[in-house]
């Protein structure tokens, strides 16, 4: 059989001595897309992220934003609780080499 060469690059699979699951992560069908703008709802069994793109450029006289919904990501509220907690974590070490993040005037 032919080899195919592969982008598919499994994680570390000891971790504090103890041997995990491999996981494989496989991009080969990943796609890639821009959002400028996040919206969340949720409800008991749900957690839903909606991904756009801001698409007004003079807000002088309107008194609209449009924004473009691109994507939709739905999790589970253990998905998102592990999603939250990982967002965390990489906002603190960027801020730490970066300096902090302002928003909305804060």
């Known amino acids: 059989m032919d080899q195919v060469e592969s982008?598919?690059?499994?994680?570390?699979?000891?971790?504090?001595?103890?041997?995990q699951s491999a996981v494989v992560w496989d991009d080969h069908n990943m796609v890639t897309h821009f959002a400028n703008v996040v919206n969340i709802q949720s409800t008991l069994e749900q957690v839903d992220l909606f991904f756009g793109t801001n698409k007004t450029w003079n807000i002088g006289n309107e008194r609209q934003v449009h924004v473009e919904l691109t994507d939709r990501v739905i999790l589970s509220p253990h998905a998102a609780k592990?999603?939250?907690v990982a967002?965390?974590?990489v906002l603190k070490e960027y801020e730490s080499r970066h300096g902090a993040l302002k928003i909305d005037g804060r």
Do not use: T
């Open 7 to 19: 982008n598919v690059q499994p994680a570390a699979d000891i971790v504090d001595g103890v041997r």
């Open 82 to 84: 592990r999603l939250s």
């Open 87 to 89: 967002l965390a974590g």
